[in-house]
């Protein structure tokens, strides 16, 4: 589904991701995990399609297309999603009207006729079940005075209802309580499909207890210095990130 | 140089010819205020850049131009001025060409102590509360464009609603300038009163109108100069709702006055959304002169092309215990400009006073220009004051965040500027108005079917 090769990503004059290879595979879940700083979020922005961050070297196919050539709304057409690790609040975009929209503009993609506001709603209210959200949210301004766990929440409601094909998870997990992680993790559990990827970046091991993954990445200084199963986030648990950051610096 | 894009001559010439027609016609009792004012606007003449309140609005332009009468004649059909009056009104006034226009206009159900009519007749047989209030609340001796109104108007609108009188739906006051060959002036007039225990909603529309047959309405008519004038009193405990729209032509000057004198205990909602003119400025002049009144003052401009819009205000706390809000929203594109000047003078005796002021302005294009200017002017020790002012294009992260759902990039910005300054317009108590304003909002802004169109 998603092949990343060697891409190298910078800002200014700052190289933030140095060669990062990854292959996905439709039904797999990935974990990326690192200390603050590694580029994990970089790498979940770029591939959304951050405008800020310019690609210098790689490439990135998607279902066999150049993923680095679409806009950010044609890779959304095109069946991606990232939950923000910062959702934005826009004042006076109300959160419903907002996600009919971009769910009418998913299926006129799909070519599948565009739902009235009844049929919304219905749909709505069933996926909001999913993360136990609460409804008051929908009409209310998109992300405007969330808390944070309602934010995250309202990210995986929007997952859920964009039904993507690849989503991508960034720190979703950072600064939630145990009831909030849950519901978040029962999200993406109930996702979760033979047809569906989901790489959920993240920093620590807790999320995972909840989430299982197939692959577990860490990444350092812009590389992928280590991949393995998910006993793997169980060894970086109990160990840390310094010893592969004394192996990494030993190999360079 | 100045002299001459001052001057007040052929305003001086019109003046004495109206006083020899008004002649032996009643009125009477009005002409000693007209002299001095016509005088004092002589004196005066129109302001220039030279002076602070002025600074950023160059009406040399205006001041150049011969503006000669409008013409009376000119009968404008019903289907021309439906655009301008949405549904549910309890009473509409319109004048066309500075002109009281009957055949437009219905005052037939409303309740018993409102009085909504054309102020020209009432002028000839005045009666107590017109003496009491017209010309006696905007002053004129340093304000020469309310001078020059004071000196020339000749029509306009009158509310009057009686003590304890509640009109639950709004009266529209509206003021059109039709196409004419050469550039005419107009001077609005509007007197309200809301005795104490009073509520009223009322809306005040200027626009320019196109010629009949003529296509699209936003080509509007040739130059034209709007001096107009609004006094509006809110009694003891009295509620008004006021909202102001202007849709002026493209080639238009739009010069209004709006000065509000709220009694104690009363409260204000105002909004002003700004659509259309070459040139406009509104000064709004508020002053609590009783403790515990309340004003929101709100304002939206949509500005496109080389459109120029100042608004003025002067918010004065003279009594303790006063609220004021002040919420002014600006989007520019083209080479629009706007300025936002908001003076907030607490007097010493008005302690308790809770004043607050924003200014947000969204850029659309680099080309763009805002001049925003908070002035606090405190006297009293124990007040709140706020202030803050924006100025900003699109956030990229909120663009960002919208398309990544899914959205075009279009319809990204579209939406997000809607939002700004739906703000605004979602803030008007008046439902048919505001769902107008709305749809209008819609057709206007980047990415509607009328992108940039100025009116």
């Given at each position: ?20 290879d ?31 961050f ?7 196919l ?8 679409l ?72 992300n ?5 766990g ?12 964009l ?66 199963g ?23 | ?15 004495e ?34 002076q ?15 503006f000669?009468?409008?013409?009376p ?92 009188v ?89 010069l209004?006055?709006?000065r ?31 403790p ?8 939206l ?14 918010v ?8 004021s ?112 304003l ?18």
């Open positions: 589904m998603l092949e990343i090769r060697d891409l190298h990503v910078r800002v200014e004059e700052h190289e933030i991701l140095k060669g990062i990854l292959t996905v595979r439709a039904g797999e879940v990935h974990s990326i995990m690192g200390p603050n700083g590694s580029g994990k979020s970089t790498l979940a922005q770029v591939l959304a399609g951050r405008e800020t310019e690609v210098t070297q790689g490439q990135v998607y279902e066999g297309r150049n993923l680095l050539e806009t950010p709304e044609e890779r959304a057409c095109a069946g991606l999603f990232l939950a923000f690790q910062y959702p934005v609040e826009i004042p006076g975009v109300s959160n419903s009207h907002f996600l009919k929209t971009a769910l009418n503009a998913l299926r006129r993609q799909r070519g599948q006729p565009p739902l009235d506001a009844m049929e919304f709603l219905a749909l709505a209210r069933e996926r909001m079940q999913l993360v136990e959200m609460d409804e008051r949210l929908l009409h209310r301004a998109l405007e005075g969330f808390s944070g309602e934010k995250k929440r309202n990210e995986v409601f929007q997952m859920a209802v039904e993507p094909k690849l989503a991508l998870l960034d720190e979703t997990d950072s600064g939630l309580d145990i009831d909030a992680l849950r519901a978040v993790a029962q999200g993406v559990n109930r996702l979760r499909s033979p047809q569906r990827a989901f790489i959920i970046v993240t920093h620590y091991q807790r999320l995972l207890n909840y989430i299982v993954p197939d692959r577990v990445h860490v990444l350092l200084e812009g590389r992928i210095v280590r991949s393995g998910k006993e793997l986030a169980l060894e970086l648990e109990q160990r840390g990130y310094g010893w592969l950051e004394q192996e990494a610096a030993r190999a360079a | 140089m100045i002299q001459t894009l001052s001057r007040p001559g052929p305003y001086i010439a019109e003046f010819r109206l006083e020899t027609r008004r002649g032996g016609r009643g009125g009477a009792w009005l002409m000693p205020l007209r002299r001095a004012a016509m005088a004092r606007f002589a004196e005066l003449g129109f302001p220039t850049t030279d602070e309140h002025w600074r950023h609005t160059n009406l040399a332009p205006l001041a150049a131009t011969p000669g009468p409008a013409d004649d000119a009968h404008p059909g019903p289907e021309q001025l439906a655009p301008l009056l949405p549904a549910g009104q309890a009473a509409r006034l319109v004048f066309v060409n500075g002109r009281f226009a009957p055949e437009l206009s219905d005052t037939g159900s409303l309740p018993e102590g409102v009085l909504v009519r054309d102020l020209a007749p009432a002028l000839e047989q005045p009666d107590a509360p017109l003496r009491a209030h017209l010309a006696r609340h905007a002053a004129y001796r340093d304000q020469p464009l309310v001078a020059l109104n004071s000196a020339l108007f000749e029509d306009g609108a009158l509310v009057h609603v009686a003590r304890g509640v009109v639950e739906r709004p009266i529209h006051v509206v003021f059109v300038t039709t196409r004419q060959a050469a550039p005419v002036v107009t001077y609005p007039r509007t007197l309200i009163v809301a005795e104490a225990q009073s509520a009223l909603s009322l809306v005040e529309a200027f626009a320019g109108l196109p010629p009949p047959g003529s296509q699209p309405p936003g080509a509007g008519a040739g130059a034209y100069f709007t001096n107009a004038v609004t006094e509006l009193v809110a009694g003891e405990n009295a509620h008004v709702d006021y909202c102001k729209v202007q849709r002026e032509s493209a080639a238009a000057f739009h209004h006055t709006l509000i004198s709220q009694q104690c205990n009363s409260t204000l909602a105002a909004h002003a959304v700004t659509l259309g003119g070459r040139l406009a400025r509104t000064d709004l002049h508020a002053t609590f002169d009783g515990g009144a309340g004003a929101a003052l709100e304002g401009a949509l500005l496109a092309g080389t459109q120029h819009a100042d608004d003025h205000l002067r004065e706390h003279l009594q303790p215990h006063c609220t809000r002040e919420f002014y929203k600006n989007v520019l594109s083209g080479q629009a400009r706007a300025v936002f000047t908001g003076r907030i003078c607490v007097a010493r005796t008005a302690q308790k006073t809770d004043a607050k002021q924003t200014n947000m302005n969204l850029l659309l294009s680099d080309a763009a220009r805002v001049d925003t200017r908070p002035q606090l002017e405190i006297f009293a020790d124990d007040v709140k004051c706020t202030h803050g002012a924006t100025i900003g294009q699109l956030d990229p992260d909120a663009l960002f965040y919208l398309r990544s759902r899914g959205l075009p990039d279009g319809a990204a910005r579209q939406l997000l500027i809607q939002a700004f300054a739906g703000e605004i317009i979602d803030r008007i108590p008046a439902e048919a108005l505001r769902t107008q709305r749809r209008e909002l819609a057709a206007r802004l980047p990415g509607g079917a009328a992108p940039g169109g100025a009116a």
